[in-house]
């Protein structure tokens, strides 16, 4: 049956052409970003809360074979729950896996538009590419609906170069948005704070006195990330009532030899959402250690600092070109891209003072009532060029 054109109402409807998956699915397959997966789930969560729809229709990320599994089954990952949408499998064989990811989703969204009563009124896609002459999968079918069928693009930059051939950009990082580099009609939304006030009520009940203060990082642990930096930082510091925590996904040989020697330093691994909320709940303050002498952090905003917002507590952090000056006065700028920079601001804020303390968490508590995401989300759809609806 044709698809009818969408009239001009209050609810609109969106295909969201990558994989946002449940707890599961970002355990078993390390190479989805669990960063990535949770914000693109809050941004769709609160379409959903607004009364939009949004199909998801994507594929979970694996290494290429040898160094990842050979076949991906549709059944081997689930979408988040409460969304809806199609979870497709390839063979993930190099130099084919790409055009297998592209017929299979291609088939799946035609399958999908075929069975719609209303076709959608845009399609979106979340890009992290380094280089604009790249086309993934879901670029290439986004190109292929505005075409055939008129879905105009919204293409949300996360990191990275700018893809040719959307109606309109979305861009988290600050640098690359109030450059002008736009190819299209363009917004800056880094991201919304999660909502997490029920997780952090009840651990708040369950958590007797703190015995330390907690530094708590949560992220890579490659390079870009600069936790190794933090660590070494932190293991030259004499305090003996201080802790670093330290949760992020893969191996780093150093940082488990700093863990080992310094038993303040907890490496704990990836650490699953719930958990990670519970741990965080416990924390004094966080850090966003991203150095500024690594290159692609000019193009790209680190979203853990929205997740550590939730927690209404202090955060230390460097200031990329990436990260917005909105937030200079809710983060503790880490002064110098070195070692005693950091430990700088790692005894600056394990030592403010209480009124001080409480004053930041103020700060923090103002800043976060204008950057939710059903705000960022109403400043979205606000935004959306006129042209482009059907």
Same mark, same amino acid.
């Not at 997490?196 to 992220?219: D, H, N, T």
């Not at 990330?225 to 925590?245: M, P, T, Y």
């Not at 924390?283 to 193009?299: D, G, H, I, L, T």
């Given at each position: 049956?044709?698809?009818?054109?969408?009239?001009?109402?209050?609810?609109?409807?969106?295909?969201?052409?990558?994989?946002?998956?449940?707890?599961?699915?970002?355990?078993?397959?390390?190479?989805?970003?669990?960063?990535?997966?949770?914000?693109?789930?809050?941004?769709?969560?609160?379409?959903?809360?607004?009364?939009?729809?949004?199909?998801?229709?994507?594929?979970?990320?694996?290494?290429?074979?040898?160094?990842?599994?050979?076949?991906?089954?549709?059944?081997?990952?689930?979408?988040?729950?409460?969304?809806?949408?199609?979870?497709?499998?390839?063979? #993930?064989?190099?130099?084919?896996?790409?055009?297998?990811?592209?017929?299979?989703?291609?088939?799946?969204?035609?399958?999908?538009?075929?069975?719609?009563?209303?076709?959608?009124?845009? =399609?979106?896609?979340?890009?992290?590419?380094?280089?604009?002459?790249?086309?993934?999968?879901?670029?290439?079918?986004?190109?292929?609906?505005?075409?055939?069928?008129?879905?105009?693009?919204?293409?949300?930059?996360?990191?990275?170069?700018?893809?040719?051939?959307?109606?309109?950009?979305?861009?988290?990082?600050?640098?690359?948005?109030?450059?002008?580099?736009?190819?299209?009609?363009?917004?800056?939304?880094?991201?919304?704070?999660?909502? !997490?006030?029920?997780?952090?009520?009840?651990?708040?009940? !369950?958590?007797?006195?703190?015995?330390?203060?907690?530094?708590?990082?949560?992220?890579?642990?490659?390079?870009?990330?600069?936790?190794?930096? !933090?660590?070494?930082?932190?293991?030259?510091?004499?305090?003996?009532?201080?802790?670093?925590?330290?949760?992020?996904?893969?191996? #780093?040989?150093?940082?488990?030899?700093?863990?080992?020697?310094?038993?303040?330093?907890?490496?704990?691994?990836?650490?699953?959402?719930?958990?990670?909320?519970?741990?965080?709940?416990?924390?004094?303050?966080?850090? #966003?250690?991203?150095?500024?002498?690594?290159?692609? #952090?000019?193009?790209?905003?680190?979203?853990?600092?929205?997740?550590?917002?939730?927690?209404?507590?202090?955060?230390?952090?460097?200031?990329?070109?990436?990260?917005?000056?909105?937030?200079?006065?809710?983060?503790?700028?880490?002064?110098?891209?070195?070692?005693?920079?950091?430990?700088?601001?790692?005894?600056?804020? !394990?030592?403010?003072?209480?009124?001080?303390?409480? =004053?930041?968490?103020?700060?923090?508590?103002?800043?976060?009532?204008?950057?939710?995401?059903?705000?960022?989300?109403?400043?979205?759809?606000?935004?959306?060029?006129?042209?482009?609806?059907?």
């Amino acid at each position: 049956m044709p698809l009818a054109d969408a009239n001009m109402s209050d609810k609109l409807r969106f295909l969201w052409l990558e994989g946002i998956f449940d707890a599961e699915a970002v355990q078993s397959f390390s190479a989805i970003s669990p960063a990535a997966n949770f914000w693109q789930r809050g941004f769709v969560e609160s379409l959903l809360q607004k009364g939009h729809d949004v199909d998801v229709i994507g594929y979970p990320v694996e290494r290429v074979w040898p160094f990842g599994r050979l076949l991906i089954g549709d059944e081997m990952a689930s979408l988040a729950p409460g969304l809806t949408g199609k979870v497709v499998g390839y063979i #993930n064989f190099p130099y084919l896996r790409g055009s297998v990811q592209y017929v299979r989703m291609l088939s799946a969204v035609k399958r999908h538009l075929c069975t719609s009563q209303r076709k959608p009124d845009y =399609q979106i896609v979340y890009s992290c590419l380094s280089s604009s002459a790249e086309e993934t999968p879901s670029i290439r079918i986004a190109k292929y609906l505005r075409k055939h069928f008129g879905v105009p693009w919204i293409c949300i930059v996360a990191d990275g170069a700018t893809p040719p051939g959307a109606d309109g950009y979305v861009y988290l990082a600050w640098s690359p948005y109030q450059s002008g580099i736009a190819l299209g009609p363009s917004i800056h939304i880094d991201g919304g704070i999660p909502d !997490l006030k029920g997780v952090i009520e009840q651990e708040s009940v !369950l958590r007797g006195p703190a015995r330390e203060k907690i530094l708590m990082y949560m992220g890579a642990l490659t390079e870009h990330g600069g936790v190794l930096q !933090l660590a070494r930082s932190f293991n030259k510091l004499s305090d003996k009532d201080i802790e670093l925590w330290i949760c992020g996904r893969g191996e #780093n040989t150093e940082l488990s030899q700093l863990a080992e020697i310094d038993r303040r330093i907890k490496f704990l691994g990836f650490v699953e959402e719930d958990e990670l909320s519970k741990l965080a709940s416990a924390a004094f303050a966080f850090a #966003n250690p991203r150095p500024n002498s690594f290159a692609p #952090n000019k193009v790209n905003y680190p979203s853990k600092i929205l997740h550590y917002l939730a927690f209404g507590k202090p955060i230390i952090s460097s200031f990329t070109d990436g990260v917005s000056p909105d937030y200079e006065d809710v983060l503790i700028p880490i002064e110098e891209d070195s070692e005693g920079g950091m430990g700088e601001a790692i005894r600056r804020v !394990l030592n403010i003072e209480a009124p001080q303390y409480e =004053q930041m968490r103020d700060r923090i508590a103002r800043f976060n009532e204008n950057h939710t995401w059903p705000y960022q989300i109403n400043r979205f759809v606000s935004w959306l060029p006129a042209a482009t609806r059907q």
